[in-house]
């Protein structure tokens, strides 16, 4: 049975963790509690070192607390800043992913380095601002 990129097995008599629907339980779990003889405790996950979520050898797993697990997701996917120019005043500015101006919508081509130049840009279009 798989559980979006995850698999899952019957639990065995025993097993001592969290299941689900009453008698299944995610693979890689059952080969930590084999090897180890402990369950994951709440607040920790368990990491596949490969990011092969169907590998679930137990030197491809490692307990990581839930914050640090996230974050090193994070920065993994976190993209480089980029150094774009103001369509208002044509002043060079970073781009980080993180910032408003960053949320680009469909087709937008138009980047401005403060909210007011983009206030400025919207009533010399003729664009009824909305705020």
């Known amino acids: 049975m798989r559980n979006g990129e995850y698999e899952m097995v019957l639990a065995p008599p025993g097993y001592p963790g969290k299941k689900y629907r009453g008698r299944y339980v995610y693979k890689h779990h059952l080969v930590w509690w084999r090897r180890t003889g402990r369950v994951v405790p709440p607040g920790f996950l368990l990491h596949h070192k490969n990011e092969k979520k169907r590998d679930n050898r137990y030197r491809n797993l490692e307990m990581k607390p839930a ?18 120019r103001c369509n208002w005043c044509g002043a060079r500015f970073h781009h980080d992913a993180r910032n408003y101006r960053a949320k680009r919508k469909a087709g ?6 403060c909210s007011s130049h983009s206030t400025h840009a919207q009533h010399a279009r003729g664009a009824s601002v909305v705020g």
């Open 67 to 84: 914050g640090a697990h996230s974050a090193d997701h994070a920065r993994e996917r976190k993209e480089p800043p980029r150094v774009l």
């Open 108 to 113: 937008q081509r138009r980047f401005f380095c």
